[in-house]
């Protein structure tokens, strides 16, 4: 089977992105009404229902946690402050048994934004593991403003570099999801893993779980840097690109329905 592909219709360029863009604006402050825990060093360090959300930037939120309901014996106070535009942030470290961890927690007092007094911004990566109700959450806590759907289609889409076809499927999984362009995730069937090269990356999203598998691409002799992942065991809500695979739409190129889609700027790949 020969690798040259028929020559596709161009698009052109858009004025905007043609997918959702986030909506929250920096500073926003929202409740959060779900059960969060945290553990470091298998203990329980905090566990509250009345969770704040704040938009540190648009993408997503991270967690200001009341100071009452978090474990007081981790707490260690550096005595440094510093200011952020959300008041004076009072750096603490967290501690459990030999497990240390510092300058992880900023305690907010009396100076705060509005509703963010006496409560605590914990970095989401010096905790073990964080849950939402009973589910464990990675990366950052789930944005209440975004939406992830996995919708099966029967738009064709082909996938290519440098013109080398490298997947090509009459029956893709297509994953919208706000703030991002469409990802198109094609049946193991239809791709050509002769130009993949499997790799040890892994990468997890809070929407939808832990990669199994990641591979690079090699069109020629030039070998191009994971491009393409899968997940195995997604989360319950993204069950349909199971063992399914995708590429970064910003540095391969898709053609769906005949139609060469614009290659994407975004936050994994800026330039």
């Not at 704040?54 to 260690?76: C, G, K, T």
């Not at 240390?100 to 509005?114: C, K, L, Q, S, T």
């Not at 080398?164 to 994953?175: K, R, T």
Request: proline share 9%.
């Amino acid at each position: 089977m020969s690798d040259a592909p028929a020559p596709p219709h161009r698009a052109t360029e858009p004025a905007a992105p043609d997918y959702p863009q986030m909506i929250a604006p920096t500073g926003l402050v929202e409740p959060a009404p779900r059960r969060v825990r945290a553990v470091l060093a298998d203990r329980t360090v905090l566990d509250t229902t009345r969770a704040m959300y704040v938009w540190e930037w648009p993408n997503y939120p991270q967690y200001h946690v009341p100071l009452a309901d978090i474990d007081p014996a981790v707490l260690v106070d550096q005595q440094h402050q510093q200011r952020t535009k959300r008041g004076t942030a009072h750096l603490h470290g967290l501690r459990v048994g030999d497990t240390f961890r510092p300058g992880a927690a900023r305690v907010y007092r009396e100076d705060a934004a509005a509703g963010l007094a006496d409560t605590v911004r914990l970095d989401w990566s010096a905790l073990d593991a964080w849950y939402e109700e009973d589910e464990q959450v990675f990366v950052h806590p789930r944005n209440p403003y975004v939406r992830v759907d996995a919708i099966r289609s029967s738009r064709p889409v082909r996938v290519e570099l440098e013109g080398v076809v490298l997947a090509e499927s009459a029956s893709p999984v297509m994953v919208f999801e706000t703030g991002l362009p469409t990802r198109y995730y094609l049946p193991r069937t239809d791709v050509r893993f002769e130009h993949l090269l499997p790799t040890d990356t892994v990468t997890e999203c809070p929407y939808k779980g832990t990669t199994t598998a990641y591979w690079s691409v090699r069109v020629g002799q030039a070998t191009h840097q994971d491009l393409a992942w899968s997940y195995d065991f997604p989360t319950r809500q993204l069950l349909p690109i199971t063992g399914m695979v995708a590429f970064y739409n910003e540095k391969v190129d898709h053609v769906v329905a005949g139609r060469l889609l614009e290659r994407p700027t975004t936050h994994f790949f800026a330039s």
